[in-house]
């Protein structure tokens, strides 16, 4: 008698436990939506970014990896804000930070010293390759201008970055665009970008996922709210660091 | 009739949580795998059917929300077999080893005696559960090389670069599959005598 009855209380907390375990999983499906992800699913994605800003060190590097061979295409993985005509020759980006606002063709970013990594840039799809890059490094680029900070000389803290026609948008914190291995590069795999790589310049940031590494910059701007991102309007990880 | 009190509390919680949190990984994990299918290719027809392609966001979402509660519940169980004395029931020791293969053909009947249970459980049983623990190591320290190969960049290494480390991760999902399948059909053919001690806990001789 006495085991019929512990049996059938566990039989309950199972039960319980079967559509308590349905129950939330529908709930954070078919609930509501933080910028297309679920909301339990947004808190996870901003509470796994607190946590790894305190585990983790801004300044620790991608691995260095073998430089892959001269002038290998690196894979190109789709075409966003690359579609719409652009003249390379005229070609300008526009920095916007506080009241300034610069036009700079791109002879202004050879003028500050070549940075080059090889490392693996990761796809948040799954791939990754060893890619060599090279550019003006972005703490470097904003040192050269004296770009980013406000009227009390701190940084703010995030650069927004745009294609020209306006059609993929990142936002970056400014601890991660300063990182030693972030590039406003011209170059990958020693030659000149191609056109589907994000010619005639475009970042890369080898400790996010690709999805950051904006191809093709045509605007840069600085705040101190979170500018758009495309991707993260999409349900993905806004920070998605690596 | 003897009584016997085969499974605590906590082993069972363990046990059933762990159920959960292995199939959302699997699951959430397969919506990942779908967007770069590097080892098999599932056709986009079959993908559509199982309704898991362009479901990338949602994967990583589930994955690196439900890694939280299931490494956690791995640990407490870990914790609870080292402390508890528990560890000695699974713990395969030489003689266990030797025991796998009689005790697997015993039960695929191809041989009339297997060698006698040694505690809770067989030596295949044994061997098993003492590998599902290790594999569940395996997959988080793969899983956070594959997360995190910037800041654990060391681990990614060792483990033989990110794409291999994804890699293993991949087979240990399988080897999970593959686990959960023969513990299935073995839990369906020892009957609900043995089925009852994992929800209540106790079993009847």
Redesign the interface.
């Known amino acids: 008698m006495r ?1 019929n009855k ?2 059938l ?3 309950i907390v ?1 039960l319980v ?1 079967v559509v308590g ?1 349905f129950t939330t ?1 529908n709930y954070i499906q078919k609930g509501p939506k933080i910028d ?3 909301s ?3 808190h ?2 901003m509470w ?1 970014e607190k946590v ?1 800003s305190i ?3 801004a300044r ?4 260095k990896k073998p430089k892959p061979p001269k002038g290998k295409a690196p894979r190109v993985n789709g075409m966003l804000g690359l579609e719409s005509p652009v003249d390379l020759k005229n070609y300008v980006v526009t920095v916007e930070s506080g009241n300034k606002e610069l036009k700079l063709p791109l002879g202004m970013f050879h003028l500050i010293s070549k940075s080059s990594y090889s490392t ?1 840039f ?7 390759e060893e890619t060599h890059y090279a550019g003006a490094r972005f703490s470097d680029f904003m040192k050269y201008y004296d770009l980013g900070k406000k009227a009390d000389g701190t940084y703010y803290q995030y650069v927004g970055l745009e294609t020209p026609d306006g059609k993929y948008y990142v936002s970056i914190d400014m601890e991660s665009m300063m990182h030693e291995q972030t590039v406003l590069a011209y170059e990958m795999n020693e030659a000149p970008l191609s056109l589907e790589n994000g010619a005639p310049i475009r970042l890369i940031i ?2 996010k996922y690709g999805i950051k590494s904006l191809k093709r910059i045509g605007r840069i701007f600085f705040s101190d709210s979170r500018p758009p991102d495309y ?1 993260a309007e ?4 806004w920070y998605s ?2 | 009739m003897k009584f016997i009190e085969k499974h605590s509390r906590i082993l069972r919680i363990c046990h059933w949580f762990n159920f959960f949190f292995l199939f959302l990984m699997i699951w959430s994990g397969i919506l990942i795998y779908w967007a770069h299918q590097a080892y098999i290719v599932v056709p986009e027809n079959v993908a559509e059917q199982l309704g898991i392609d362009h479901r990338l966001a949602e994967g990583m979402g589930w994955h690196f929300f439900i890694m939280w509660p299931f490494a956690l519940n791995g640990i407490v169980y870990v914790v609870y077999l080292a402390l508890s004395g528990d560890w000695k029931f699974l713990f395969p020791d030489r003689q266990s080893f030797r025991e796998v293969i009689p005790v697997v053909l015993h039960d695929l009947k191809l041989r009339s005696h297997a060698p006698p249970i040694r505690g809770k459980y067989n030596a295949a049983q044994r061997v098993a559960y003492f590998m599902v623990i290790l594999m569940g190591l395996g997959s988080l320290l793969t899983g956070l090389a594959i997360y995190k190969p910037v800041q654990v960049g060391w681990l990614t290494a060792l483990l033989g670069g990110y794409p291999f480390a994804r890699f293993l991760h991949f087979i240990l999902m399988l080897g999970f599959v593959f686990f959960f399948i023969i513990h299935v059909i073995q839990v369906l053919r020892a009957g609900w005598n043995n089925l009852r001690s994992m929800i209540a806990g106790y079993e009847i001789e």
């Open positions: 085991l512990r049996l209380i566990s039989l199972g436990l375990f999983f297309g992800a679920p339990a699913l947004r996870s994605f796994n790894w585990l983790s060190s620790r590097m991608s691995v693996d990761r796809c948040i799809e799954g791939w990754s080898p400790i991707w999409r349900g993905y990880d660091g690596l």
